[in-house]
């Protein structure tokens, strides 16, 4: 056998076994994220607050309870998570919101949130309905965008 047939089929098996070694590592992760969303489900309450801010920062710059910080995993004090700060009953907290609904949530405005401890995961509207926020285009896309409309193609 040639080297490049020996060399090419070893690399082949590294593949194979790291695609089986990562379906089953996802299998167990989808496990742990079902759980997880049972929990928190279980533990949800509606609550009537008024949203002050919302921002997107770091979890340590999020002005959230010490223990909350401890129990974070590492990556995740790093990372940058959706933060709101609202008024619930007569104390401003400032919650971590599911990132799936964060655009939908209105500043300065009286919602219903479901609550799970500190995290955010649905918001209503009081008083009428709640509309997502357009999101902002970064500077390529809007050049982009100009440069298939002079171009006559439709836009994606």
Sequence with gaps: MSTGLIIT??????????????????KRMQKKQAEQQAQIDAAAQTIQMLIIDKKKMRLKDAGLPAMVLEQAPKLMRLSKVPVVKAKAGPQVMSFICDASIFDMVPVKKEVKATVSGIYITAVKGVRGSIKAEPVKKSKFAQFKENLQKKAGAKPI
């Design 9 to 26: 089929i070893i690399v082949l098996v590294i593949c194979i076994a790291a695609i089986i070694g990562l379906y089953f590592f996802g």
